[in-house]
């Protein structure tokens, strides 16, 4: 007996919502598999922590490679900024208040997001790609069956690299951001150096910086694990590799933004528990 139109649509609404829950599973599960890694990172990491020339190593090509495009991207942001805010300022003559704005927004936001997003695309899928193409040609399950323990060796340094390079370098990306808007106002926009450079002085403190720097080892410690996870369960083939890169990619950007809103609560929370007479409006 064929089944009626009405009886269709009752059982697409039902696939329908057993995909949806199907689909929310699957990421509680890899939610859960993804913290039992990162507990697993942490335990190797009190257990025996890396040697110097294996972190060297590491930092090098996580830190020291990804300066020059870090700071050549942190100045470009910082002239943007100068350049999308200077006409709404000129209006209300406050043109020489411009840099507490690029300051302030380079320590607190686009400085560590900016460090934190670059580290993403240039190393968090280079890890796993290169993490992936060690699990597809077995080099990972050699490792284990020498007695060496995979995490160790492989994801503990690229882990403590990130968290100690991305500190450094969200400092670099919030120097030259702050350099090329003061540039571009200075000597573009002939606003005032003294007032300039004396707005920027008042409107802003070490607490602005610290903002960005706490950010961004929680940034650095998201990418590291998310991207070393997706290299140790890629895919087979060429395919699995490239898809573990693009997703290392994603669900690293996306978890710097929700930690980014996370913390940023947290840390005006804090700041108001401490210092509440000092809070700025």
Same mark, same amino acid.
């Given at each position: 007996m064929a089944a009626t139109p009405e009886a269709k649509r009752g059982l697409?609404?039902?696939?329908?919502?057993?995909?949806?829950?199907?689909?929310a599973l699957d990421a509680v599960a890899e939610i859960g598999a993804m913290t039992l890694f990162f507990g697993q990172?942490?335990?190797?990491?009190?257990?025996?922590?890396?040697g110097r020339a294996r972190m060297v190593d590491s930092m090098y090509r996580i830190g020291v490679r990804s300066l020059p495009v870090i700071a050549l991207t942190g100045a470009f942001i910082g002239m943007v900024l100068a350049v999308q805010s200077y006409y709404q300022f000129r209006a209300f003559g406050m043109e020489s208040r411009l840099g507490v704005m690029i300051n302030l927004s380079m320590f607190r936001e686009l400085g560590p997001v900016l460090a934190a997003t670059m580290l993403a695309g240039r190393i968090g899928s280079a890890i796993?790609?290169?993490?992936?193409?060690?699990?597809?040609?077995e080099q990972i399950d050699a490792l284990?069956?020498? *007695? @060496?323990?995979? +995490?160790?060796h492989l994801v503990l340094p690229r882990f403590l690299a990130c968290l100690t390079m991305i500190p450094l370098l969200t400092i670099a990306a919030i120097a030259m951001g702050v350099i090329g808007g003061a540039f571009y106002c200075i000597y573009v926009f002939d606003v005032d150096p003294y007032f300039y450079l004396a707005n920027s002085r008042d409107g802003t403190s070490p607490w602005d910086i610290a903002y960005g720097v706490i950010k961004s080892?929680?940034?650095? *410690? @998201?990418?590291? +694990?998310?991207?070393?996870?997706?290299g140790f369960h890629s895919g087979a083939g060429a395919e699995g590799v490239g898809r573990a890169a693009t997703v290392a990619f994603v669900q690293s950007?996306?978890?710097?933004?929700?930690?980014?809103?996370?913390l940023s609560i947290a840390l005006d929370r804090f700041y108001t528990a401490v210092w509440p007479q000092e809070w700025r409006v």
């Amino acid at each position: 007996m064929a089944a009626t139109p009405e009886a269709k649509r009752g059982l697409g609404i039902a696939d329908a919502i057993a995909s949806v829950g199907e689909r929310a599973l699957d990421a509680v599960a890899e939610i859960g598999a993804m913290t039992l890694f990162f507990g697993q990172t942490l335990t190797w990491l009190f257990r025996r922590p890396p040697g110097r020339a294996r972190m060297v190593d590491s930092m090098y090509r996580i830190g020291v490679r990804s300066l020059p495009v870090i700071a050549l991207t942190g100045a470009f942001i910082g002239m943007v900024l100068a350049v999308q805010s200077y006409y709404q300022f000129r209006a209300f003559g406050m043109e020489s208040r411009l840099g507490v704005m690029i300051n302030l927004s380079m320590f607190r936001e686009l400085g560590p997001v900016l460090a934190a997003t670059m580290l993403a695309g240039r190393i968090g899928s280079a890890i796993a790609a290169e993490l992936g193409t060690m699990k597809v040609t077995e080099q990972i399950d050699a490792l284990a069956s020498m *007695g @060496a323990s995979p +995490i160790q060796h492989l994801v503990l340094p690229r882990f403590l690299a990130c968290l100690t390079m991305i500190p450094l370098l969200t400092i670099a990306a919030i120097a030259m951001g702050v350099i090329g808007g003061a540039f571009y106002c200075i000597y573009v926009f002939d606003v005032d150096p003294y007032f300039y450079l004396a707005n920027s002085r008042d409107g802003t403190s070490p607490w602005d910086i610290a903002y960005g720097v706490i950010k961004s080892f929680f940034f650095g *410690g @998201a990418i590291a +694990i998310i991207s070393c996870y997706r290299g140790f369960h890629s895919g087979a083939g060429a395919e699995g590799v490239g898809r573990a890169a693009t997703v290392a990619f994603v669900q690293s950007f996306v978890m710097i933004l929700v930690l980014d809103l996370v913390l940023s609560i947290a840390l005006d929370r804090f700041y108001t528990a401490v210092w509440p007479q000092e809070w700025r409006v």
